[in-house]
């Protein structure tokens, strides 16, 4: 076959589409994002209760003076209804849910006028950041409304089966998909201004998803990059192996995924700036439980990275074939030929070549069904890796 250059506008689809594994924060001002703090006894909220005890540092300037924090809010009463219904629509593996939450008002007006300001020579100074975000989610005030954020979400733990893991996934899942807000404020809002607003940038729903790990027994990270003055949520991974992408360790060598909360991502996927950033480990609370899944986070990257590839490669094959089928065409209808056998012969393989690229056709929509499926799909991570594996499409060949 003659080789002529590709038409890149051939055939179907999203190519352009940017992964959704690198999607995130990209705001590097200062804005804070995340924290921890001390041993606060379990709450209780609704039908459900919660042990672990939120640890880190301060509540309020800690009486050293080394260390750095927010002051305690205090609920303001104004005479407006003591709860707000909020409902959030969450998408998870294969159903669909409402989680519906009353949000406390005299909590939410009392964390409206703190003063979150952060002075910026602070971000090089891993302890007093513990102790600036642990406010945001270690204050008494805000481990009570953890907890009334959690019990919609044990409520479907309990009535759906889920196991350990189900429940981490289903907790990301949820913070992932409160809407963005990109005019937030300079500085974090607590997370109940983000669910009372129902909204939140990638630092502050980090901060709402750190907390809920934290209360629900979970082993969470406060993962703070500096030089971008940005801070996100990590959670400890058990594997043997070296996962494709960065993992974020501790001294102890303890190693932790980051979680992307701005959209919907894949646990352990973040935004390629994050790649060789400086970062600190902060590991937060007493809890053990971990991300289990990691292989199958492997291997859906993995495949969807090959299968991305692939499609870049079939559509500038297709493009060729298919110039090369419309110049055949047109000399077939409009060439001059000495004889009937010669036309016979190019006529042969024009039909020969329409039939190849009708199979290549079939295999790239094969390979472009599960590259949808696995873009469109990151709140259902086991769901996914079925799919892949069911589909056979990685033994397809090209």
Known sequence: MASRSPRTTIFLLLLAVSLPFVCGCTDYGGQGVEQWSSDIPGGEAGDAVFNTPVQSAFTGEDESGTGFALQRIQPVMDGAAATEPRMFPVKFETREYEIDIDV?????????????????????????????????????????????????????????????????????????????????????????????????????????????????????????????????????????????????????????FYIETTVPTYIGLYSENYEDAEAFVVPLGNGEKRFTRVNYVCHITESYQKIADRLVFMEATMAEWKQEIEDMKSDLQYGTYDTQDAWDDDYASYTALVGDYNSYVEKYRKYAEIYVYIRDRPYDIAGVYRRIENSNVMDITI
């Not at 642990?134 to 009570?144: H, K, L, M, Q, R």
């Not at 189900?166 to 907790?171: A, K, P, T």
């Open 104 to 256: 406390n008002r005299s909590v939410y007006e009392g964390a409206r006028t703190v003063d979150k300001a952060l002075p910026a020579e602070y971000w090089y100074d891993e302890y007093r950041m513990l102790g600036y975000y642990s406010s945001f989610i270690g204050d008494p005030a805000i481990v009570t409304f953890l907890d009334d954020v959690l019990s919609p979400l044990e409520r479907i733990r309990r009535s759906d089966n889920l196991n350990d893991e189900e429940f981490l996934e289903l907790m990301v899942t949820f913070v992932q998909q409160i809407p963005y807000d990109s005019g937030a404020p300079v500085y974090p809002r607590y997370p109940v201004e983000v669910i009372y607003d129902g909204k939140g940038d990638c630092d502050e729903k980090s901060l709402l998803l750190l907390g809920m790990l934290s209360r629900a027994g979970y082993d969470a990270a406060l993962l703070l990059f500096p030089e971008m003055h940005h801070a996100t949520a990590g959670i400890r991974i058990s594997t043997n192996g070296n996962p494709p992408f960065r993992t974020f360790t501790t001294s102890k060598n303890e190693k932790y």
